[in-house]
């Protein structure tokens, strides 16, 4: 059964830094792309960024750009995102997906269930 499990969501100040894993389980996602999204309350969901398994190309929403890093451990299966220089508006549930590849996300029908971030001023 595919899994996929977000962690490292909490609390941070302004400016501060929190790291996300996405744990991918029960299959190879070698073919696949990985990807975050957030959403806040009341809000659309964004896309932050996704990653390739097979050469590890990149790229970024403008939420993330200059600011949030995404990568992979492959021996893991796991997919990582490194937040710095965090903003209150980036209070949201950060969501993990596995999918197609791209902005899009129809384009990923696997979710995990959601991490929580909240950054305080």
């Known amino acids: 059964q595919v899994q996929l499990v977000e962690s490292g969501g909490g609390s941070a100040q302004a400016g501060g830094s929190l790291k996300l894993s996405c744990a991918a389980s029960?299959?190879?996602?070698?073919?696949?792309?990985m990807a975050w999204f957030r959403r806040a309350p009341g809000k659309a969901r964004d896309f932050i960024a996704a990653i390739t398994w097979s050469d590890g190309s990149t790229y970024y929403g403008d939420p993330a750009k200059g600011r949030f890093t995404i990568s992979r451990d492959d021996a893991k299966n796991t997919v990582y995102l490194q937040m710095s220089s965090l903003k209150p508006e980036d209070t949201a549930v950060y969501y993990c997906a596995a999918g197609l590849g791209g902005i899009v996300s129809q384009r990923y029908p696997l979710w995990g269930q959601g991490t929580q971030v909240t950054v305080s001023s």
């Open positions: 029960g299959r190879t996602f070698s073919s696949y792309a």
